[in-house]
């Protein structure tokens, strides 16, 4: 197997293939990336004299194919190729020779896949983003739209209050503004260079990371070389947490869905063919796709204790086992990327029903709004409370089903142009356009 550490002893097959495992498989997604971190340092070795004018020229033109190549679904890490590093590396020196076997001069794998997962998390993290803006920006439509159709709300399962179409799309709409405030922590600790940290103890060439920081469009470098080394791990605990709190919130709105698409329920209702039914029983309409995201973001909420587990008590420095935050991180994304977007697809055609309240089993939900239309008229509350109560236990409580809630974030005021500013203000704050153009740049 090539390898850019491989000496002259050949590594036991047994041990090979156990080390190795499935890392060759997710480095596939990692090759873009990796060229860009190349493009970078190579520009930045030539600025320090450790590669010629010429030598960069020939590099960067063949560097940018091999992106190409990648980008065009023609790159793969050979049999016999340890990872994307030395796949990379090889195709580069077999196509313009000793150049290519220059490139790896002030750096090490270490930093080499440090800065290739932050460069492949920045992107993966941008995209949640934006399927996360695409659904915000559909549940707050919804709740415009159906902020007269009335819902019985629920405490302990139990039927409480009167609630809204209205206030259940914005509730979760709002849930996705915080939640992309944790995902604006992971991208901002994400989006730090650690390149230039080498093995993690820095290197006795002058290498400029400033340079390297600027062309690949990094907000900052990791300054301290062993931090920069510590970074790998809590970078991955940070994010999961960051993709766990998104997942809380698909997985209570899929949760919800499944109840209200019941026949018990009956608030909501899909096409047909957006459901399934049974072998034996012909008048079911399932919600399988709201419960397989509800397994799926269940299952992603566990991530932040499997990265824990992974890297609690390790030392300073790196460890093999750092490796296997690939099978953990990798997919994650794309299973919330996959909810995200099946959550979108199915609330575009969710059908609402409107006169749900209509149905004597909800009377009671307006006991509340009885209690205070008595206080407004002057009715101490545990009186009215009291009589209200009286009311119900003798079978005599006639619901007024009239609602008129005003103030902030309520069913007739549900502050929809707020959740709107701030996720916005969110929004803002991530730099995705800066980075875009680093890398336009680099790829020119």
């Not at 793969?76 to 580069?92: M, N, P």
Request: proline share 3%; glycine share 6%.
């Amino acid at each position: 197997m090539s390898k850019l550490w491989q000496k002259t002893t050949d590594v036991n097959q047994l041990v090979e293939s156990f080390t190795v495992g499935r890392d060759r498989e997710f480095d596939q997604q990692m090759a873009a990336f990796d060229v860009l971190g190349s493009l970078a340092h190579t520009q930045m070795l030539q600025t320090i004299n450790l590669l010629s004018a010429d030598d960069l020229q020939l590099v960067q033109t063949e560097l940018k194919k091999i992106y190409q190549d990648i980008d065009n679904g023609n790159f793969e890490i050979e049999a016999g190729v340890e990872d994307v590093h030395s796949q990379v590396e090889l195709l580069l020196t077999r196509r313009i020779g000793d150049a290519g076997k220059k490139i790896h001069s002030g750096r090490s794998r270490n930093d080499q896949v440090l800065v290739d997962l932050k460069l492949f998390f920045r992107s993966e993290l941008q995209q949640v983003v934006e399927s996360v803006q695409q659904l915000f920006n559909l549940l707050l439509e919804l709740s415009e739209k159906h902020k007269e159709v009335l819902l019985p709300g629920y405490t302990h399962l139990q039927v409480a209050m009167p609630s809204s179409f209205g206030l259940w799309f914005g509730a979760y709409a709002e849930s996705l503004v915080d939640d992309l405030e944790l995902v604006l922590a992971a991208y901002n600790i994400t989006n730090k260079n650690p390149l230039g940290s080498a093995a993690g103890y820095g290197s006795s060439f002058p290498l400029n990371r400033t340079l390297t920081t600027q062309l690949l469009g990094f907000a900052g470098l990791n300054n301290n070389v062993v931090y920069a080394q510590m970074g790998r791990g809590k970078t991955e605990r940070i994010i999961a947490q960051a993709l766990s709190a998104v997942a809380a919130t698909l997985a209570k709105m899929a949760m919800d869905q499944c109840l209200y698409l019941s026949q018990n329920f009956a608030f909501v209702s899909y096409p047909d063919h957006l459901t399934t039914g049974s072998s034996i029983m012909p008048h079911k309409k399932n919600p399988d796709v709201w419960e397989i995201m509800r397994g799926k973001c269940n299952r992603l909420q566990a991530l932040p204790t499997d990265v824990a587990m992974m890297t609690t008590n390790l030392p300073s420095g790196y460890h093999r086992e750092m490796q296997l935050l690939k099978e953990l991180v990798f997919p994650a994304f794309a299973d919330l990327k996959s909810c995200l977007g099946m959550a979108h697809f199915m609330l575009q055609h969710i059908e609402v029903k409107t006169n749900i309240l209509d149905d004597p089993r909800y009377a009671y939900l307006f006991s509340v709004e009885e209690v205070n239309r008595q206080v407004l008229n002057g009715v101490p509350f545990r009186d009215a409370y009291k009589q209200v109560g009286m009311a119900i236990e003798q079978g005599n409580f006639k619901p007024n089903k009239e609602v008129n809630h005003t103030h902030e974030g309520s069913i007739g005021n549900l502050g929809n142009d707020y959740i709107a500013d701030a996720m916005d203000g969110v929004l803002k704050k991530f730099d995705f356009a800066k980075t875009a153009v680093a890398i336009g740049n680099l790829l020119k």
